[in-house]
């Protein structure tokens, strides 16, 4: 299966790290070639691997199964605009949809991954990988990999992907449960680096 990442940030780049030390086959998708290379060069990994970095076009076109390593907004964006970019794709959702402090309500998070799938009714998604970090993803440790989805085929994908890592894969629900993984992300982040005294 070739995976596709929409999103060169850390949490991308950190994936694709991992996918790519497991012999998992994996592009990019980056606005700026040249400052994500600059960025991806923390993992010898992808030393030699010029192609592993692409405009978007070229990483649509190569994919099975897509992951949605962006902004939340910014996927909920492309999932409304152009619901076409998944046609016929599996598809991963990793974000967390998480406000800064100060625009309020930490956990009025709106509709999370639901609001993705909604926009993409035909779409096979998991709401997948959201719970781990970038520190896990590059310490190559075993982790439990907690998922959602409604559809056979995007669990089997999911499965196959996590335990192709190192990850153990574990499917606590339907679509519907993805706000469970949200919130449980959220909470970890709020959590971290908090003193206990
Ligand atoms: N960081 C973590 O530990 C972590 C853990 C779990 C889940 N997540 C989730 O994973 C997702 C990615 O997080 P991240 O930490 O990698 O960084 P991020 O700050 O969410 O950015 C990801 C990448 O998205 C691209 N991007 C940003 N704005 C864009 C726009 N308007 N149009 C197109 N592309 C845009 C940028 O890539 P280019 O500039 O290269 O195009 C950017 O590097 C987020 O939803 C986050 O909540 C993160």
Known sequence: MRV???????????LAARLARHEVPVRV???HVAEATERAHR????AGRPALLADMATVLADADLLVLALPY?????LSRRFPAFSAGKLLIDVTNPLFA??????FGAGEGCLGIARALPYVRIA??????TVAGLD????????????????ADATESIARGIGLRPVRIGPLSCAAHLESAALVDRLTSGARLD
């Open 139 to 154: 310490s190559d440790a075993p982790d439990y990999a907690p998922y959602a989805t409604d559809d056979g085929t995007a």
């Open 29 to 31: 998708t980056t606005r």
């Open 43 to 46: 993992y010898p990994v992808f």
């Open 73 to 77: 907004p910014v996927a909920l964006r």
């Open 101 to 106: 402090r100060e625009q309020g309500d930490p």
């Open 127 to 132: 709401k997948a990988f959201n719970t781990l």
């Open 4 to 14: 596709g990442i929409l999103g060169a940030g850390p949490f991308g780049l950190a």
